[in-house]
Each structure stands twice: as structure tokens, then as C-alpha cells.
């Protein structure tokens, strides 16, 4: 019968007490070796609440699994606590008729180890002659054990680990209330190897199970380190199956941040944005505010956002997505953005995506909008009306021009100094230009509300205008090459006037010397007498129309004007050369739109038909035919075409194949304004502001009933702004259809024509100066008579024709029960002291008529429509304006 091997022991180094009075007197105590008690198996933790992993099942990879023992022995490792019949349900053995899969090591016939023995022979490799279980602890000098020689001692495997019943660890930290005297629990030890000059004493610590578990957990974890990964997995799992839930938390809170993984940051950008786009808005949103590095690839990822902007069927192309983002990324540009050391910021297509969500659910969702209604401009009439950066800028025959706010209805600016109604307004910025019946065109600052230009030329009223701003267009050069180029080069105005002609000036910049045309400060001298070579910005003339020009609309070098003389002319406004005259319309044109991306033209006219022209060849694609009446405006936008009608209905069309796609018909008068956009489309007539569905045809609501009528409507991103007449009286309507969580809500403005690019390129700017007076002293070699050639030309025309007004105008004023006549109104006779006149050098020329040299393709419309048709001689129309008497002009001399 083996002896038990002898249990470990504490060995205290003896306790040295000095006291210095005259001698010094050492006295030394050793004590007796404390024997430390074994571990008792703990008790077995039954409550599955308290320790919540007790019943957890351990992975079948940590269950059963194949070792190496040292000395090359091999087993396989198998919990005792999983059953035979478990273990087979789990494998799938691949078997068949005469044959077997044997899995790797399979082939061995291996002994089955548990736990115990596993850690038992492991522990073996390990020598405990000099490394007990108190293996960590300092070694006592002058000690001597009862340790035999090293190559005479024999190893003792560790005590047995129970896993059936094991226990969290005890405390580390001895009993607060002390342990009883060793004498009442062992026996002394026997004597140590030293003598002692006095005798042993009682040892100032008492032996407990805390001190002995302590003792042994640094052979544990020296024992645990030599133990293979599968077999530290189990035990340490075994250990987590018996802690307390507080012993899990702590666990947790250190290995969850030390263990996490974000595979988003760790994954390439194209996994990234694949995995996201499975998620649909609503998870993405939730995903971007997990963590500040999710937020920032999430934001920033443009491919995720166009893909959800095309599956939510928001994606309307035609590059208006790419204006947009070009918008925002000069904005940003601008104000210096993003900050440094700040967080990325969302790409624009986020920002895209967003705006267009909320334009397509609040305008239907929000039943109850803000709104606000106040009054303006008195009686008149409302011609124009413009919302732009925040303000609400509206036009009147009443001469005037007001600035408002829309969230106080605050009259911001009043610009006064038009002789006659505004009946074309446009604005880029701070800088707005306004045209009236007193025959001028105004420049007016925004920010300060003054008028910084006024250029004459015109000879009857300024009926249409456009700023054409600087953008990149596909342009076929002179070799036939089609090149991208930036055209034009600054920001130009383009006017169209009942004098038959179009004029091309260039835009000032904020900060240029100011230009006042001759007879611009005093009613009694006729500005039209204005010698427009006299004025820096004026650049071209285009003539070949025989009537009135009605609309236009004017994008890069492009130009498409419609005249009452029912043709559609196309200009190169850079050259002035007129590339086409389209004819087809049997009556006069009233509206024009422009596409340059799709390379086409539409125009409405009073013969109820819309027609679409191909700008590269000049033909008529389609003619659009349903109207019964005066088709008097037009609307484009990436995918509709929207035509109004005196008819009462408006139509909506494919302006690719000309389909019909819906006829919107609940009107009772004709339609006399209307704006829309890939959601909606807004139409105002008989006393009623109606909302329409321009994706089904069907309407939604009704914003204003009950009234006279509707002058103007106009609405952009979460702002909707109508002019009406009610009671005798002009008011203005502001419906706000966004929260207050919606300030980052971004409207589209009509035609995607944004204000945030620069419209001036310094690098360039001398040089488009220097070529500009180049372009103009060929022109003056090329085809301009001279001073006395004009003058005896001038005289043989007629003097004395008067204009003539719309005979079918939308916002006729019979709401009011007086008849109304833009061109008769009379001017304010306030008399007002001329200013001094600028003295300019001639730097533009008149451009000669290409009335004559251009082709004119025939229609293509079908055998009904009539063929090309001769136009009355210009002396011979009824309305023809009087032109300027330049040998009798007078010249105000400072």
C-alpha cells in the first residue's frame, strides 16, 4: 500500500524584531512549517438563474476532439457529459455499400480520455522537485527543505480536478474575522531543518481555504498555459458554466470591446457598399447611428445612395442628379466645408435621396401645412413671381417689384423705378433683372435694393428675358468635332421684346461700374432712343422674327425664341447666327421650353398643338394634339412634358416618344399658371389652386378655393407660394410643408439650374475680355454701315406704329371687370433729375440678319399641316414697333 504523498506546506521566513536602545539586541523567531489543507470539492451550483451558463452546451468542437499527448501518445478527448447517443445524432457519418468516409485520425485506434486524466498527463512533462504547488512563491534564504536532490525526485502529478464540481474560486483575500489556531485543526508540523535560539511561536497568520486556493493559482496558471487550445477552450468554458451572473458581467465588459470586430471598417469599400444595399432606408438610417465610423462610411458611400435613389424610383437622370451634386459641392466649397478634424460630410446623394423622400410623402402626408397669407401689391395684377435662396420676389403692372420673407411675410424690398409693368423677371444670387412695358431692362442688388444698371435698346416692351449661366455642354466646334466646353463664359442676359428682336448683354458683376442708358432719369426722353453701342454690356442683336417675340428659353449657346409671326427660331448666342427656323405652327407661339441634354425644343402655340424639335436637325419629331385651345405654357422635366391650356386641362406627356400619359381635367376656366415636377404638378385657374398627381393623373387636394383667381404659383423643395385676387385685392399664399426636423431639406429649382457654381472664372476672365473686344472689332469690319448709312435707313421707316397686346393673355384682368392693356398703361409722370451719362467706347456691333442665309427646314408634322409659308414684309405687319430716328437723337451733354 502506497503512502499518500505529503500535503504542501507554508514556510515563513522567521520574523526579525530590532529595538535600539543603548545596544542593539537582535532576537529571531522561526515557526513551524503552517501544512495547508486541501481544496474540498465545492459545492455544485444548481440555480440556472444565478449562473446562466450552468445548462449551456458546450460546441461539439470543444466536446470531442483529437490530442497529442508528450512523448507522441495520442487520444481523443471526449466530455463525459455528452451521451453516446447524442454525440452519434450529431455526426453524419458518410457511408455506403462496401464503404466508409474515415475522417483524419479516424484510421488510429485511439484511447477516449476525460478531463481529468487529459490535464493529469499533460502535468506530467512538468518537474516538481523544484516546482511544487507553491511554485511563485519568494524562496526563504538559509531555508533548507526537505526537498531530496533533483535527480533523485520523483514527480507527483497535481491534485485531480474535479469538473463534475467545480465552484467559482474563493475570495483571494484571508477571512476578515481571522481562522482558528492550527493546533485545533493539524497537528504542528515537525521542526525545520534550522534550530532555534528560542522557541517557536505561534504563526501570525492562520491558514484558511482562501490562502490555499490563493497559494495554488500560480502553479494553475502555469499548468493551464501548457494545456492545448482545445483543452484550455473546455476548461475555461467549464469554469463559465459555474460563475455567478456578476462574474459574467465583468467578464463580458472586458472581452466584448477587446474582441469586437467592425467589418465594415475592415472590409474593402466594394464589399461594404454590396452588403449595405440589401438593407432597405429604414435600416440604413438605423445602421448609420450604431457608430460614428458607420455613420461616416454609410454617408459617404454615393454608389449605396444612387442605388437606393434608383430602386425607390427616385432617380430621374438626365443629369439632374449630377447638378444637384455639383450644387452642394460648391456650396460647400464656399463656405469652407468640412472643417478640419470634423466628421465627414454626407455625400450629396444622401442629401438627394432625403429631399426627394420628403418631397413625395409631406406634400400628401402633411394634411395641416404652416401657412401664411398677407397682401401685396394692392389691386394689381401679379405678372412674375419668383422664389429664390429664402425670398419670395414678385412682379406687378403696378410697376413695382417687391421682396418678401416667407416665414414672416415681411416686405423685405420694394424696387421701385420701372416706368411701366414688369412683365419678365429673372434672378441668379443677389442680382435680379427685371423687363418692362417702359422698354428698359434693370439690374437690380438684392442685398441693398438698388438698381445698379438700366440698359435702353429696346424699342416696345420687354416682354421675356433669361439669364443663361456658364455650364458644361457638348458643343461641336468649327471642325466638326464634338468637344465639352464651358459656354458662355460669364452669365448672360437674353431678352426677347414685342419689336421683333432678341438682345444679348452681358451680365455685370456685383461691384462693376455702373450703367444708366440714356434717358433712364427722366420720363420725358424715350429710352429706346438709347445708341446701345454707347453700352459695354450689350453684345448682340438678333433680328429675323416679323413679330412680337412672345417666349424663350436659353441654355449654354443655345437659344430657342417663339414669335407671334407662329415660327420657333434656334440661335448660337455666342455668334448670333439664327442655326434654324422651325415652321409648322398655323398661329402664333406662346410658349418655348428647352432640353439640352435630349437636344430638344417644345413650343405651345394658339393652334392647340405642342410641337417637339430636334435642335440638331431642325425637324419636328412630334406634334402633340388634344388641346382645343391656346396652349400658352409649357413645363419640362426629366421625364414629363406639361402643357396648359385655355381648354381648362392640362396634359402630360413622354417627351421622348410624345405619348400622352395623362390629361388632367377638373378646371372650369382656362389654366393660367402652373409649375411642376416629378411628384406633383400645382395649377391654378378658376378661382381654385389644385394638386395633382403627375405619376397617376389623379388630384389630391385643393389649396385654394373660393377665390377670384390665381395669378401665379410657384414652389420649390418645401416651400409652395401662390399670388391670387380676392376680394378686390392681391394677396400673397405661403404654405411651409416641412417639420422643424426638416431644415436640411433641399429644393430643386425648375430646370435643375442651381445658383452655387461661381459664374466668374478669374484666370479667364482677361482673356474673354480681350477676345470679347477681338469678336467686336470683326463684327464692325464684317457688316456695320455707317453712322450716316443708319441715319438715312432710319428715316424711310415708319415712325408712328403702335404695339399690340395679346389678344388671349392667361392672366387677363376681366377678374377685376375692366380691361386691361400692358402697352397703353400710363407711365408716372413724376419728374426726376437725369443723371450724369457714361461715356462709353464702342465695344459690340450690330450682328446682320441671317434671315436669309439660314436654312429652313420643311415640316415634318404630316400632309396636313401647311407647307413653308411666306412671311409678310417687315413694312407691311400692323404692329410694327417704331424704330429710333438716329439723326434726330438728342444726347444729354454733362
Not at 496 to 516: A, K
Not at 862 to 885: F, I, Y
Amino acid at each position: 500500500m502506497s503512502s499518500n504523498p505529503p500535503r504542501p506546506s507554508l514556510y515563513l521566513a522567521p520574523s526579525v524584531n530590532t529595538t535600539t536602545v543603548v545596544t542593539t539586541t537582535t532576537t529571531t523567531t522561526t515557526y513551524a512549517p503552517i501544512p495547508l489543507p486541501q481544496i474540498p470539492p465545492p459545492s455544485s451550483p444548481k440555480d440556472p438563474k444565478l449562473y446562466p451558463l450552468l445548462n449551456a452546451t458546450l460546441p461539439k468542437s470543444l466536446r470531442e476532439f483529437p490530442l497529442v499527448f508528450p512523448g507522441g501518445a495520442r487520444a481523443t478527448f471526449r466530455d463525459g457529459e455528452s451521451g453516446e447517443q447524442e454525440m452519434q445524432e450529431e455526426e453524419s457519418v458518410v457511408e455506403g455499400k462496401g464503404w466508409k468516409m474515415v475522417k483524419r485520425d479516424e484510421s488510429e485506434n485511439r484511447r477516449e480520455v476525460g478531463l481529468a486524466e487529459a490535464i493529469e498527463r499533460y502535468g506530467r512533462k512538468r518537474s516538481y522537485s523544484n516546482e511544487n504547488m507553491m511554485e511563485g512563491i519568494e524562496a526563504i534564504p538559509g531555508l533548507v527543505t526537505n526537498t531530496p536532490p533533483r535527480k533523485k525526485a520523483k514527480s507527483y502529478p497535481p491534485p485531480p480536478i474535479n469538473t463534475m464540481n467545480t465552484a467559482a474560486p474563493p475570495s483571494p483575500l484571508p477571512s476578515p474575522h481571522g481562522s482558528p489556531p492550527p493546533e485545533s485543526i493539524w497537528p504542528s508540523a515537525p521542526p525545520s531543518g534550522h534550530s532555534s535560539p528560542q522557541p517557536q511561536a505561534q504563526a501570525p497568520i492562520q491558514p484558511d481555504l482562501s490562502l490555499t486556493t490563493l497559494m495554488a493559482l500560480p502553479s494553475l496558471l502555469s499548468h493551464f498555459s501548457s494545456l492545448p487550445p482545445p483543452l484550455q477552450s473546455h476548461v475555461l468554458l467549464t469554469f463559465l458554466r459555474h460563475s455567478p451572473l456578476s462574474v459574467l458581467r465583468t467578464l463580458h465588459s472586458v472581452l466584448t470591446p477587446t474582441l469586437a470586430r467592425d467589418f465594415l471598417t475592415l472590409l474593402p469599400p466594394e464589399l461594404v457598399s454590396l452588403i449595405l444595399s440589401f438593407l432597405p432606408f429604414p435600416d440604413l438610417a438605423r445602421a448609420s447611428r450604431v457608430s460614428k465610423a458607420w455613420r461616416a462610411i454609410i454617408d459617404s458611400d454615393p454608389v449605396l445612395w444612387r442605388d437606393l435613389l434608383k430602386s425607390t424610383r427616385i432617380w430621374f437622370g438626365h443629369d439632374s442628379e449630377t447638378a444637384f451634386s455639383d450644387a452642394i459641392m460648391a456650396r460647400r466649397r464656399r463656405q469652407g466645408l468640412p472643417a478640419p478634424n470634423s466628421l465627414p460630410l454626407p455625400h450629396p446623394y444622401k442629401i438627394l435621396f432625403k429631399s426627394r423622400h420628403l418631397t413625395r410623402t409631406r406634400w400628401v402626408t402633411n394634411q395641416d401645412p404652416k401657412r401664411l397669407t398677407f397682401p401685396a401689391h394692392g389691386r394689381s395684377v401679379v405678372t412674375c413671381l419668383i422664389f429664390s435662396h429664402g425670398r419670395i420676389i414678385s412682379a406687378s403692372d403696378d410697376h413695382s417689384i417687391h421682396v418678401y420673407s416667407p416665414v414672416t411675410g415681411t416686405l423685405i424690398r420694394s424696387l421701385d423705378g420701372h416706368d411701366g409693368g414688369v412683365w419678365a423677371l429673372a434672378a441668379t444670387k443677389n442680382t435680379l433683372v427685371s423687363g418692362s412695358t417702359d422698354r428698359t431692362v434693370r439690374i437690380w442688388d438684392l442685398e441693398t435694393g438698388r438698381c445698379t444698371h438700366v440698359f435702353g435698346g429696346h424699342t416696345s416692351t420687354v416682354r421675356c428675358l433669361a439669364i443663361v449661366k456658364p455650364e458644361w455642354i457638348d458643343y461641336e466646334n468649327e471642325h466638326g468635332i464634338i468637344v465639352r466646353e464651358k459656354w458662355p463664359k460669364r452669365p448672360l442676359i437674353v431678352t426677347g421684346s414685342r419689336d421683333h428682336s432678341l438682345r444679348v448683354w452681358t451680365l455685370p458683376r456685383p461691384g462693376d461700374e455702373e450703367y444708366r442708358c440714356y434717358g433712364a432719369d427722366d420720363t420725358e426722353i424715350d429710352p429706346s432712343e438709347e445708341d446701345v453701342e454707347d453700352n459695354p454690356y450689350h453684345k448682340l442683336h438678333l433680328e429675323g422674327h416679323d413679330h412680337a417675340v412672345r417666349a424663350l428659353a436659353a441654355r449654354g449657346r443655345t437659344l430657342v425664341s417663339g414669335s407671334y409671326d407662329c415660327t420657333v427660331r434656334i440661335w448660337d448666342i455666342i455668334t448670333g447666327d439664327c442655326k434654324w427656323v422651325l415652321v409648322g405652327h398655323t398661329q402664333k407661339v406662346y410658349s418655348v421650353v428647352l432640353d439640352i441634354n435630349r437636344n430638344l425644343a417644345c413650343s405651345g402655340s394658339m393652334d392647340g398643338t405642342v410641337r417637339v424639335w430636334n435642335l440638331s436637325t431642325g425637324q419636328c419629331q412630334h406634334v402633340l394634339a388634344g388641346h382645343t385651345s391656346l396652349v400658352g405654357l409649357l413645363g419640362l422635366s426629366p421625364s414629363y412634358l406639361v402643357s396648359a391650356a385655355a381648354d381648362s386641362t392640362l396634359r402630360v406627356w413622354d417627351p421622348d416618344t410624345g405619348e400622352l400619359r395623362h390629361t388632367l381635367a377638373a378646371h372650369s376656366g382656362a389654366i393660367t399658371c402652373f409649375q411642376h415636377d416629378e411628384f406633383k404638378v400645382l395649377s391654378g385657374s378658376d378661382g381654385t389652386l389644385k394638386m395633382w398627381d403627375i405619376r397617376d393623373g389623379t388630384q389630391v387636394r385643393d389649396l385654394l378655393t373660393g377665390i377670384v383667381g390665381v395669378w401665379q404659383v410657384v414652389f420649390e423643395g418645401r416651400w409652395c407660394v401662390a399670388a391670387s385676387n380676392r376680394m378686390d385685392s392681391t394677396v400673397l399664399d405661403v404654405w411651409d410643408f416641412g417639420n422643424d426636423e426638416d431644415e436640411d431639406w433641399e429644393g430643386e429649382p425648375p430646370g435643375g439650374l442651381y445658383d452655387e457654381e461661381s459664374d466668374y472664372d478669374d484666370e479667364e476672365d482677361d482673356l474673354d475680355r480681350a477676345q470679347a473686344e477681338v469678336d467686336a472689332m470683326d463684327q464692325d469690319l464684317e457688316g456695320v454701315p455707317s453712322d450716316a448709312e443708319f441715319a438715312d435707313a432710319d428715316q424711310d421707316q415708319d415712325l408712328g406704329a403702335s404695339d399690340d397686346d395679346d389678344p388671349v393673355d392667361l392672366r387677363s384682368t376681366a377678374w377685376r371687370g375692366v380691361p386691361y392693356d400692358a402697352e397703353t398703361s400710363t407711365r408716372a409722370s413724376t419728374s426726376r433729375e437725369p443723371s450724369a451719362a457714361h461715356s462709353r467706347h464702342r465695344s459690340s456691333a450690330r450682328t446682320k440678319s441671317h434671315r436669309e442665309s439660314q436654312p429652313v427646314p420643311p415640316s415634318v408634322a404630316g400632309p396636313s399641316d401647311p407647307q413653308l409659308r411666306m412671311l409678310p414684309a417687315v413694312d407691311e405687319t400692323p404692329t410694327r414697333p417704331r424704330t429710333r430716328n438716329v439723326g434726330h437723337r438728342r444726347r444729354w451733354q454733362p
